[in-house]
């Protein structure tokens, strides 16, 4: 099993930084593709970015803005957010596993004009 925390949400205005963090326990999880989704009011959740072996990889909405990092030894994975605009406010997810197999609670991010 794996447990995921998110933290390091909050209210920045546009064109602010954020940097989301999610802490893994229970597995190590330099063995495991990890992720950030968001959520807004009224939509569905959407992928975001994606740390794997392979590399890293972006929803074209965020390409160029956000960058996805991970430090195996501290089991955490994090998720860099630039240039902000207001339709980046969503509640964000960390997830972990090849099949997205577990996820965090989430952590709101709201961006204002």
């Known amino acids: 099993q794996v447990q995921l925390a998110e933290s390091g949400g909050g209210l920045v205005q546009a064109g602010g930084s954020l940097r989301l963090s999610c802490a893994a326990s229970?597995?190590?999880?330099?063995?495991?593709?990890m992720g950030w989704f968001r959520q807004a009011p009224g939509k569905e959740r959407e992928f975001v970015a994606a740390s794997r072996w392979s590399g890293g990889s972006y929803a074209d909405s965020v390409k160029g803005r956000f960058t996805i990092s991970r430090d195996n030894a501290k089991n955490t994975v994090y998720l860099q957010m630039n240039s902000l605009k207001p339709e980046d406010t969503a509640v964000y997810y960390c997830?972990?596993?090849?099949?997205?197999?577990?996820w965090g609670q989430g952590t709101q991010v709201t961006v204002s004009s």
């Open positions: 229970g597995r190590i999880i330099g063995i495991l593709p």
């Open positions: 997830a972990a596993g090849g099949s997205w197999d577990y």
